[in-house]
């Protein structure tokens, strides 16, 4: 069974960086996409990125574009979402899941970590 442990959440001041981390156990990490999304209190969970096997395909919402950076390292089971520029509205619990299928739809991703909590102050 595969787990994901995502951290580096925090407090940070707007215009800030943080660099999450989702560890993967498992053998079968390098064989699947990886994707980080979030949820501010009261919406919807929304899709930030995702990476493909590889790391050599990335999808970003269009929103997170030219800010946020998904990366990974297979040797390391780890996939990365570097935050750069950060806003009061980034603020939610972000977190990272096993893609299925390489799109924005939560249906399409089927392993879930339990979430970091990333505070934006103004």
């Known amino acids: 069974q595969v787990q994901l442990v995502e951290s580096g959440g925090g407090l940070v001041q707007a215009g800030g960086s943080l660099r999450l981390s989702c560890a993967a156990s498992?053998?079968?990490?390098?064989?699947?996409?990886m994707g980080w999304f979030r949820q501010a209190p009261g919406r919807e969970r929304e899709f930030v990125a995702a990476?493909?096997?590889?790391?050599?395909?990335?999808y970003y919402a269009d929103s997170m574009k030219g800010r946020f950076t998904i990366s990974r390292d297979n040797a390391k089971n780890t996939v990365y979402l570097q935050m750069n520029s950060l806003k009061p509205e980034d603020t939610a619990v972000y977190y990272c899941?096993?893609?299925?299928?390489?799109?924005?739809?939560?249906?399409?991703?089927?392993?879930w970590g339990q979430g970091t909590q990333v505070t934006v102050s103004s």
């Open positions: 990476i493909n096997w590889s790391g050599r395909n990335t």
């Open positions: 498992g053998r079968t990490f390098s064989s699947y996409l």
């Open positions: 899941a096993r893609g299925v299928r390489f799109t924005q739809a939560t249906r399409d991703y089927d392993v």
